[in-house]
């Protein structure tokens, strides 16, 4: 059945039936008591085979609304997310921070504690429904949302998620709120039999004038530069920047990049990098970047003329942004450049400019390459593992169409990823959580890849780990996390020593409000949801590990754990734990001999992370250590004997694969 047949129903079914007329496949909820309406048309709806979304259970918020976030960015349409009045909403913000940041469409509907104290089915009936009301619950949103609404008795249900849905999937894309008072659901409902159809919108087109403006002055420039962070996440837009900076000679710099937006073996991809050449640009095209350069550390030229491009170029919803702009275009920049390299081929080639950019852009990609190359080839046999090791060994081993998250672990570039759509990285929002849930949200998205999370500790225990196992074993979501732990904050440490380079906290012995110690034992997380736990520590075993949690695979549960009802599963965590009984004090004698020091992107920035671990292994539940002399020897027996390995290992739905690693200073 459509649902379609003008019956009467619930409010609450004919929720359920428009959220799958507007495309919503998918609703992440953590029910409250405010769900009882949706509880039973759920049942009713199962009864009379309507179309209406399917609903999984995800009892955190936060990982709720990453989920939704990543399952967008993958599938391009967006999830719907269902919380428990004021309380659940409060627990969405960090994650529907990064949502808005990054521009993800989602619908986020909450319970509104019940209007009436009494003379209704769904009227209050506990404590709670006292407590939890607000006099404007919508307020605890509205940063962050497009719109927020509360459903009427009598309204539409149909014409309200239609509006709902517009204008989240309008540009610039943002989530949107609806609240849902109990009553309010549980009254009758007529359902439409001529519903509204979905709203086709229109992308916003940039003006071809400008554009012919902008066409000009790079014609005339002699070192134009392209800045970019997220473009790649219009797929479409990957292969019109790579035409356009191959055909011209245009490099293209990448800032702190969310996403594929060149494949990384394309001769003009200058990566992170390439913000190096800044200064040395006449022309700088900006194009889906918030924030192409750190004013207090480099601007660009006094001459140089600056153009954003972009459906928001101007960021409007940041309070305060202030960068060099002698032109804003409005406009999809995938259109924008199309049109750029049209009105660039009908002018004259400076071929004497370009081949000068050509030979200024090899001889800095062989440089950097070399750099980085030799950093890996030491990392190979040095103590404790490097992120750039990480990245490679994750690049080696990933399938062509995997997918990789990444949220305060490995720099993006040191994946070397060429495919568009592979790579989903934290937003600016800082809102920590994003990787456990988008990681399961890309999976929803796309069951038949792989997909790889590299996250700190701290975004480890932001990203509520014993939700995300629940899930990803109810849901049958496996998907394979490295935790690079250095048990600190060091964002925070980096940020107080870039305001006091030399203050008093920067000479501590121990750094207040910096340590995550005692460091907990993040396997034991994993092994509550039936894990294979691996800790390593030799870069040597660090391939075979990821091949092996690559290919690990379900096997039939024990009679004991089948009597309890339990799903077949191997779920591997895989951990490269920092070295114990380090003092705070010996870390802080470390430094001022100048030893490397945990730093934040990459190795080749201000203070070098690195990792060291003891490896250990358990076999559903069953946990083995070996000695120190023996570690690596027993891990590779036990890999053989009991992980069966074979080319579509993960598209078993009772896998989960978890890697932490736990990064600690030199």
């Given at each position: 059945m459509d649902g379609a047949s003008n019956t009467t129903i619930s409010a609450a079914e004919g929720l359920l039936r428009a959220l799958k007329r507007r495309g919503v496949d998918y609703v992440l909820a953590n029910a409250g008591t405010d769900f009882a309406p949706i509880i039973e048309g759920l049942v009713r709806a199962a009864g009379r085979k309507d179309a209406i979304p399917r609903f999984i259970t995800v009892p955190h918020e936060n990982l709720a609304v990453a989920m939704a976030h990543g399952y967008y960015q993958v599938a391009a349409k967006p999830a719907g997310v269902m919380v428990h009045v004021t309380v659940g909403t409060g627990n969405t913000i960090c994650a529907l921070m990064?949502?808005?940041?990054?521009?993800?469409?989602?619908?986020?509907?909450?319970?509104?504690?019940?209007?009436?104290?009494d003379g209704h089915i769904a009227s209050r009936s506990a404590p709670i429904h006292w407590g939890q009301e607000n006099f404007d619950q919508g307020g605890i949103t509205?940063?962050?949302?497009?719109?927020?609404?509360?459903?009427?008795?009598?309204?539409?249900?149909?014409?309200?998620?239609?509006?709902?849905?517009?204008?989240?999937?309008?540009?610039?894309?943002?989530?949107?709120?609806?609240?849902?008072?109990?009553?309010?659901?549980?009254?009758?409902?007529?359902?439409?039999?001529?519903?509204?159809?979905?709203?086709?919108?229109?992308?916003?087109?940039?003006?071809?004038?400008?554009?012919?403006?902008?066409?000009?002055?790079?014609?005339?420039?002699?070192?134009?530069?392209?800045?970019?962070?997220?473009?790649?996440?219009?797929?479409?837009?990957?292969?019109?920047?790579?035409?356009?900076?191959?055909?011209?000679?245009?490099?293209?710099?990448?800032?702190?990049?969310?996403?594929?937006?060149?494949?990384?073996?394309?001769?003009?991809?200058?990566?992170?990098?390439?913000?190096?050449?800044?200064?040395?640009?006449?022309?700088?095209?900006?194009?889906?970047?918030?924030?192409?350069?750190?004013?207090?550390?480099?601007?660009?030229?006094?001459?140089?003329?600056?153009?954003?491009?972009?459906?928001?170029?101007?960021?409007?919803?940041?309070?305060?942004?202030a960068f060099t702009a002698q032109l804003a275009i409005t406009g999809s920049s995938r259109v924008g450049l199309q049109l750029l390299d049209d009105a660039l081929k009908a002018r004259p080639v400076q071929r004497a400019a370009a081949d000068r950019r050509r030979a200024?852009?090899?001889?800095?990609?062989?440089?950097?390459?070399?750099?980085?190359?030799?950093?890996?080839?030491?990392?190979?046999?040095?103590?404790?593992?490097?992120?750039?090791?990480?990245?490679?060994?994750?690049?080696?081993?990933?399938?062509?169409?995997?997918?990789?998250?990444?949220?305060?672990?490995?720099?993006?570039?040191?994946?070397?990823l060429e495919e568009p759509g592979s790579l989903l990285a934290v937003s600016i929002g800082g809102g920590l959580g994003f990787g456990l849930g988008a990681s399961l949200g890309a999976k929803l998205?796309?069951?038949?890849?792989?997909?790889?999370?590299?996250?700190?500790?701290?975004?480890?225990?932001?990203?509520?780990?014993?939700?995300?196992?629940?899930?990803?074993?109810?849901?049958?979501?496996?998907?394979?996390?490295?935790?690079?732990?250095?048990?600190?904050?060091?964002a925070v440490e980096s940020a107080t020593r870039v305001v006091y380079p030399d203050g008093a906290a920067a000479h501590a012995e121990e750094m207040p409000l910096v340590e995550l110690q005692p460091s907990p034992e993040f396997t034991k997380?994993?092994?509550?949801?039936?894990?294979?736990?691996?800790?390593v520590d030799d870069p040597a075993e660090l391939p075979r590990a990821i091949d092996a949690a690559m290919t690990a695979r379900g096997r039939p549960p024990s009679a004991a754990r089948r009597s309890h009802g339990a799903r077949p599963a191997l779920k591997v965590a895989l951990i490269l734990r920092r070295?114990?009984?380090?003092?705070?004090?010996?870390?802080?004698?470390?430094?001022?001999?100048?030893?490397?020091?945990?730093?934040?992107?990459?190795?080749?920035?201000?203070?070098?992370?690195?990792?060291?671990?003891?490896?250990t292994s358990a076999v559903g539940g069953r946990r083995r250590r070996s000695s120190a002399s023996h570690r690596s020897s027993n891990a590779r027996r036990s890999s053989g004997r009991r992980v069966a390995r074979a080319g579509q290992t993960l598209l078993q739905p009772s896998v989960n694969t978890t890697w932490r690693l736990r990064f600690r200073r030199a």
């Amino acid at each position: 059945m459509d649902g379609a047949s003008n019956t009467t129903i619930s409010a609450a079914e004919g929720l359920l039936r428009a959220l799958k007329r507007r495309g919503v496949d998918y609703v992440l909820a953590n029910a409250g008591t405010d769900f009882a309406p949706i509880i039973e048309g759920l049942v009713r709806a199962a009864g009379r085979k309507d179309a209406i979304p399917r609903f999984i259970t995800v009892p955190h918020e936060n990982l709720a609304v990453a989920m939704a976030h990543g399952y967008y960015q993958v599938a391009a349409k967006p999830a719907g997310v269902m919380v428990h009045v004021t309380v659940g909403t409060g627990n969405t913000i960090c994650a529907l921070m990064n949502a808005a940041r990054d521009n993800v469409p989602l619908l986020l509907m909450a319970g509104r504690t019940p209007l009436t104290q009494d003379g209704h089915i769904a009227s209050r009936s506990a404590p709670i429904h006292w407590g939890q009301e607000n006099f404007d619950q919508g307020g605890i949103t509205r940063e962050y949302t497009k719109w927020d609404f509360e459903l009427r008795a009598g309204q539409p249900v149909d014409e309200i998620v239609g509006r709902a849905l517009d204008i989240a999937l309008s540009e610039p894309r943002g989530p949107v709120y609806l609240t849902l008072p109990r009553e309010v659901l549980a009254n009758p409902h007529k359902d439409s039999t001529t519903p509204l159809p979905p709203t086709e919108i229109a992308t916003p087109q940039p003006s071809a004038r400008h554009i012919d403006a902008l066409a000009e002055w790079i014609a005339a420039a002699e070192f134009p530069l392209i800045l970019t962070s997220n473009l790649g996440r219009d797929l479409g837009a990957v292969g019109v920047l790579a035409e356009l900076a191959e055909r011209h000679a245009i490099p293209v710099a990448q800032p702190h990049a969310s996403c594929v937006n060149l494949p990384a073996s394309h001769p003009f991809n200058l990566g992170h990098a390439g913000t190096e050449l800044l200064g040395k640009a006449d022309l700088l095209l900006v194009v889906d970047c918030e924030v192409p350069w750190y004013p207090r550390y480099a601007t660009p030229r006094a001459d140089a003329k600056v153009v954003h491009l972009g459906v928001d170029p101007l960021f409007e919803r940041y309070p305060h942004r202030a960068f060099t702009a002698q032109l804003a275009i409005t406009g999809s920049s995938r259109v924008g450049l199309q049109l750029l390299d049209d009105a660039l081929k009908a002018r004259p080639v400076q071929r004497a400019a370009a081949d000068r950019r050509r030979a200024v852009v090899a001889e800095f990609k062989t440089a950097k390459a070399a750099q980085l190359a030799a950093t890996v080839e030491r990392a190979r046999s040095e103590k404790p593992i490097r992120y750039s090791y990480v990245g490679q060994c994750v690049h080696d081993a990933l399938p062509k169409d995997g997918i990789v998250i990444t949220e305060l672990g490995v720099a993006a570039d040191h994946f070397a990823l060429e495919e568009p759509g592979s790579l989903l990285a934290v937003s600016i929002g800082g809102g920590l959580g994003f990787g456990l849930g988008a990681s399961l949200g890309a999976k929803l998205a796309a069951p038949h890849r792989m997909v790889v999370s590299t996250i700190g500790d701290g975004s480890y225990m932001f990203g509520n780990p014993t939700p995300f196992h629940l899930v990803s074993r109810a849901a049958k979501l496996p998907t394979l996390t490295i935790v690079c732990n250095n048990g600190r904050w060091q964002a925070v440490e980096s940020a107080t020593r870039v305001v006091y380079p030399d203050g008093a906290a920067a000479h501590a012995e121990e750094m207040p409000l910096v340590e995550l110690q005692p460091s907990p034992e993040f396997t034991k997380v994993a092994e509550a949801s039936d894990a294979w736990a691996r800790r390593v520590d030799d870069p040597a075993e660090l391939p075979r590990a990821i091949d092996a949690a690559m290919t690990a695979r379900g096997r039939p549960p024990s009679a004991a754990r089948r009597s309890h009802g339990a799903r077949p599963a191997l779920k591997v965590a895989l951990i490269l734990r920092r070295a114990e009984g380090q003092a705070p004090r010996a870390r802080t004698q470390a430094r001022r001999r100048g030893l490397p020091r945990c730093g934040r992107a990459s190795d080749t920035a201000r203070g070098r992370r690195r990792s060291a671990a003891r490896c250990t292994s358990a076999v559903g539940g069953r946990r083995r250590r070996s000695s120190a002399s023996h570690r690596s020897s027993n891990a590779r027996r036990s890999s053989g004997r009991r992980v069966a390995r074979a080319g579509q290992t993960l598209l078993q739905p009772s896998v989960n694969t978890t890697w932490r690693l736990r990064f600690r200073r030199a």
